[in-house]
């Protein structure tokens, strides 16, 4: 068992390993400074207690289509960076099995099916290492 | 005002910090038992003089004191022996005197008891033929007249080193301000003086010579700005031993490479994260003693605080031989990410129960905040059992960027100053293939607005909307926005991995108020211009025209009938901004560059009508230059208008009784409010 926080993105559900959030709080658009140029899946930059944290729609770099717009902000955190994911909202923290079904998204670790209800568990160092390499 | 006479007390605290720093380390060494003679000679010479100095300056109750430790040392001296425990109730004296120096505590009746003893008891067991016999003299008497013979041929702290010269951080920034205000100053020069000279003339030489001093200049400024990390160390022995006996464990600390310069701004910023690696070292790291000595390990505790330049980095390491963290720490840290990433998760913490030392599990978040912040980074590695090790890896220097702000459609971007060559107000754009030009000092320049060459939406520009003449290379353009939002020192923040391909930008920065500036590349700026797309369709429309007839004929007369506009500030830039504002608007403007400067001005020429003044300014105060107009008959309802960077209360209410007659905030400043109080001000 491990701990997850469990997250909704566009109509489907997400958890991300404990390990990796360093906070989660609301996802304040206005405090978002857009930067012109950047990738799609960049919404801008935003001010998290004097860090220039970039902020990225989870929505898009999964590709899940989204009716309404994001409203939460979960910071993730892998290998000394960090950045902020626009997801829909936070569900809670879990315990949780190990992610048992296999995937072919090369941004998730596996899903786990429990109550008839898929999880995808997200891989966080995997999706830093896309946005990455994309943007050179 | 303050500035005016050298603070003597004030350099007599600093020398006495350092002096009490150094008596710390003999002691420490002193305490582990390995005193030379030397080493009890330096300590009597520093009591010695903290003595004399805190006597010149007044601070009675300091040299009484210090008398009292130097009594004791005296006795040692002669003695020739040094019992710990002294050495010990020492380490409590200097901890006293440095608290009386800063005037936070008074020495305890009890301590000064316990160093009567200490000094009755060293002298009165003189054993053998101790030096003292060479040397009889009553209790303080002769012993201590000699001493002062010593002190004054030893000299100060590093005397032998290199001559140091102690200069106020405020007085180098002012330097660098002006010297950055020089190089702007020459740029403009080489620009007037292009038009009218070959570039092989003999003047263009000169001005190329002046150019590689003026860099020369800079650099050497830029540098003062560099210090050891032993600048910040020096209380830190001392801390580890008295947090060691705190916890009831033994540890010293071991210092290496403080010679390594850096950034004085990163180096204060780092004294706390430091003082906490430190903390945990001792606190999580070293064992108490018998846990040691059953790990076949010495009872004292080893802690190591290394510094070393690394390229454009400084990397300091911070580390203990102490328990390290646990194997299952390693394993989980080893699922999760990085030893770092676990360590610095907020509210992870291995302490069993909260101490006043450590146990709430943020220390370690926040020096990676901090760390961050200064654009460093951090690792942590650790060997059960053996210890722990914290890397941090931080620029030599920050990247401190003067920049000039300006806004668009609600965003905030800035461009290094140095890149600014003036600021303009759009009139009278003309054409070229289509393209929009602006007359600068008689030369076209090609005009964008500032949405349009970052490809962001945004409603039209107002009408005199203000435009940046930036230069990069042999390029100019000018780049229109809303509003300018003035000049300030930002450190550049990197915009992340995740920007990383994008360019065009030098980074960005956090602005006083919080919000995020992006900071502009001059040379995409310049160059991008060339390939923005062709104006669109409805863009002639979206420039400002020229002005519609009434104001035309206005400003046709006006010149001749407006009084002049003074405008004092000690900062080029915002004084030309102020200037070309207040020129477009049709005014006559005269510019003084400090109080005492503006007087001269006001003296010379009577066609001055309003002042326009900045708050902080060397020389005399914007306040006090304001005071000195109201004194002056001829002058004293001359209306002044205060631009300040921080209007408090107690500013405002400075001003107010100074006579100032409106107030503009630096932060926010907005040419529409300028030129509106000015209007009010002249009764227009
Ligand atoms: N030098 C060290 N040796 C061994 N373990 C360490 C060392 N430094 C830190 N740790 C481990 O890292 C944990 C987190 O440290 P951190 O400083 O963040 O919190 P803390 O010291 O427990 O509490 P506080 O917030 O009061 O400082 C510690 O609880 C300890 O387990
Ligand atoms: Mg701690």
């Known amino acids: ?136 | 005002m303050s500035e005016a006479a050298p603070d003597l007390s004030q350099i007599f605290r600093d020398e006495a910090a350092e002096r009490l720093d150094a008596m710390d380390r003999a002691l420490l060494a002193c305490e582990s038992g390995q005193p030379g003679g030397e080493v009890v000679e330096e300590l009597f010479r520093h009591a010695h003089t903290i003595k004399g100095t805190a006597g010149l300056v007044g601070r009675d109750d300091v040299s009484s004191f210090a008398h009292e430790v130097e009594d004791v040392l005296d006795g040692i001296r002669q003695r020739g022996e040094f019992p710990r425990e002294v050495a010990s109730l020492l380490l409590d004296a200097v901890s006293a005197l440095r608290a009386l120096v800063t005037g936070s505590a008074a020495p305890s009746a009890e301590l000064r008891r316990r160093l009567g003893e200490a000094a009755g008891q060293v002298r009165g067991a003189p054993r053998g033929a101790s030096p003292a016999a060479e040397q009889p003299g009553g209790p303080g008497g002769a012993g201590a007249a000699g001493g002062a013979a010593a002190a004054g041929a030893a000299g100060g702290p590093g005397a032998a080193a290199s001559r140091v010269l102690r200069v106020p951080a405020a007085k180098i920034d002012h330097l660098l301000d002006v010297v950055a205000e020089v190089v702007q100053f020459r740029h403009r020069l080489a620009h007037s003086a292009e038009s009218g000279i070959g570039a092989d003339s003999p003047l263009a030489d000169d001005l190329r010579a002046g150019e590689r001093m003026l860099d020369e200049l800079r650099d050497t400024a830029v540098a003062m700005r560099m210090l050891p990390v032993a600048t910040i160390t020096g209380p830190l022995p001392r801390a580890v031993r008295d947090m060691a006996r705190q916890a009831g464990k033994e540890a010293e600390l071991v210092m290496a490479g403080t010679g390594t310069e850096m950034d004085r701004v990163v180096l204060e910023s780092l004294s706390e994260p430091i003082a906490h690696l430190l903390r945990n070292a001792v606190t999580h790291g070293i064992e108490t003693p018998e846990e040691r000595q059953r790990a076949g390990k010495p009872r004292r505790g080893r802690v190591e605080l290394r510094a070393a330049p690394r390229g454009s980095s400084a990397e300091i390491v911070v580390a203990d031989d102490g328990r390290g963290v646990a194997p299952e720490v390693i394993q989980e840290a080893g699922r999760s990410g990085s030893l770092v990433d676990l360590l610095t998760r907020p509210g992870y913490s291995t302490a069993g129960e909260v101490t006043g030392a450590s146990g709430r599990g943020v220390g370690l978040n926040a020096v990676r905040a901090q760390v961050n912040a200064l654009g460093g980074s951090m690792e942590i590695r650790s060997w059960p059992g053996r210890g722990t090790e914290v890397a941090l890896l931080l620029p030599l220097a920050l990247s401190l960027l003067e920049v000039l702000l300006f806004e668009r459609s609600g965003a905030v971007y800035g461009v290094p100053q140095a890149s600014v060559q003036e600021v303009v107000a759009i009139r009278e754009p003309m054409h070229l293939q289509g393209r929009p030009m602006l007359a600068v000092h008689g030369h076209p320049v090609p005009l964008a607005d500032i949405a349009d060459l970052l490809g962001v939406r945004a409603p039209r520009l107002q009408e005199n909307a203000p435009a940046l003449v930036i230069r990069s290379g042999d390029r100019r353009v000018a780049v229109s926005c809303d509003v300018l939002a003035g000049q300030q020192e930002v450190a550049v923040k990197p915009l992340g991995r995740f920007l990383g391909g994008t360019t065009g930008y030098l980074g960005s920065a956090v602005l006083g108020d919080g919000r995020i500036a992006l900071l502009l590349e001059p040379k995409t700026l310049a160059t991008g211009i060339g390939r923005a797309p062709g104006p669109r369709a409805d863009a002639p429309a979206d420039l400002p025209r020229a002005e519609p007839p009434p104001a035309a004929g206005a400003e046709a007369a006006a010149p001749r009938e407006r009084p002049a506009i003074l405008v004092v500030e000690d900062s080029f830039t915002v004084r030309e901004l102020q200037r070309s504002i207040l020129e477009s608007a049709g005014y006559p403007v005269a510019t003084a560059r400090d109080g005492q400067d503006a007087l001269e001005v006001l003296r010379r020429d009577p066609r001055v009508g309003l002042v326009v003044t900045d708050v902080e300014m060397p020389v005399l105060d914007g306040l006090s230059m304001l005071r000195a107009i109201r004194a002056d008959p001829d002058r004293a309802s001359l209306p002044v208008v205060v631009v300040t960077a921080h209007a408090s209360d107690e500013e405002r209410r400075q001003g107010v009784e100074a006579g100032a007659d409106a107030y503009l905030a630096k932060g926010s400043f907005d040419q529409q409010a300028l030129l509106a109080i000015v209007a009010r001000l002249l009764g227009r």
């Open chain 1, 1 to 136: 068992m491990s701990t997850y926080v469990r997250i909704r993105v566009g109509a489907e559900r997400y958890a991300i390993p404990v390990g990796h959030v360093v906070e989660v709080c609301d996802l304040d658009p206005a405090g978002i400074v857009p930067v012109p140029g950047a990738r799609p899946e960049v919404l801008g930059v935003r001010n998290l207690r004097g860090l220039v944290l970039p902020v990225v729609d989870l929505a898009a770099v999964l590709r899940v289509p989204r009716a309404a717009p994001p409203g939460g902000l979960l910071v993730a955190e892998s290998g000394g960076a960090r950045a902020g994911l626009a997801i829909d909202r936070v569900v809670g923290v879990e315990e949780m099995g190990e992610p048992s079904e296999r995937c072919d998204s090369p941004l998730l670790a596996g899903a786990i099916l429990s109550d008839g209800q898929l999880t995808g568990v997200i891989d966080v160092p995997r999706v830093f290492g896309a946005l990455e390499a994309e943007g050179s």
